[in-house]
């Protein structure tokens, strides 16, 4: 079973909004990732966040975590057109030798 | 710098038939997943491996072998094909696991009818 569910599983909005993903996982993690694809292409790292951190930026991405309920968020700040993609987030479950990711959350921004 | 480089990109195959999809990387990494991503699915992880000449099942092995007889080549194999696995394939690196990050190929579109 998945590791990660995304919540919604889709979502439009206009640019200039505000997006915001989440994430529920199931067991104990050392760290989570976040990753985006493009329609047909490979995924490409965007942020991580370790399990004693509370919340990190990069640029027009905001991720918090939150272990107690075993949930992280995804906030883009300002979207374009060009952030439309779908979103993965992944943890370490399993000792930390791989990567499981959940279901992903497809992002559509439109002009 | 190439980063993970997959072949071939498109494949289509008969029930049955045998092939094997490669996975290439260029950063020395340790280590290399192979996932499988379907509709509504995510990313399954089918094999991985911690370095050279080791292999470990990950969470959907079953028709599908693996081989790191090289530390910058993984090798993916569908032994009898089904309709079951018409898939999109994306290989994998990293350099410690699931740190920093993992670098992914452009992905293997295989339609078995």
């Known amino acids: 079973s998945q590791q990660g569910e995304e919540d919604p599983q889709a979502l439009s909005i206009q640019e200039g909004e505000n997006a915001t993903m989440n994430c529920s996982y199931k067991?104990?993690?050392?760290?989570l990732q976040w990753y985006r694809q493009n329609s047909g292409r490979g995924l490409v790292h965007l942020i991580l966040?370790?399990?004693?951190?509370r919340e990190k930026h990069s640029g027009r991405l905001r991720v918090t975590l939150d272990t107690s309920k075993k949930s992280s968020s995804l906030l883009i700040t300002a979207s374009r057109a060009a952030d439309t993609a779908s979103y993965f987030c992944?943890?370490?479950?399993?000792?930390?030798?791989?990567?499981?990711f959940g279901t992903g959350t497809q992002l559509k921004v439109e002009l | 710098n190439a980063g993970v480089t997959q072949t071939p990109k498109f494949r289509v195959l008969k029930t049955g038939q045998s092939m094997t999809l490669l996975c290439a990387q260029d950063?020395?990494?340790?280590?290399m997943y192979w996932y499988r991503q379907d509709p509504g699915m995510g990313l399954r992880l089918i094999h991985y491996?911690?370095?050279?000449?080791?292999?470990a099942k990950g969470e959907v092995p079953d028709g599908y072998n693996v081989s790191r007889l090289k530390k910058q080549n993984f090798l993916l194999g569908l032994e009898s094909a089904a309709p079951s696995q018409t898939s999109v394939y994306f290989c994998?690196?990293?350099?410690?696991?699931?740190?920093?990050?993992?670098?992914f190929g452009q992905g293997t579109r295989l339609t078995v009818v």
């Open positions: 992944a943890t370490d479950a399993g000792g930390g030798n791989k990567l499981t």
């Open positions: 994998a690196s990293s350099l410690l696991g699931a740190l920093p990050e993992a670098f």
């Open positions: 491996s911690v370095g050279e000449g080791t292999t």
């Open positions: 966040i370790r399990s004693n951190e």
């Open positions: 950063m020395n990494h340790e280590y």
């Open positions: 067991t104990s993690i050392n760290n």
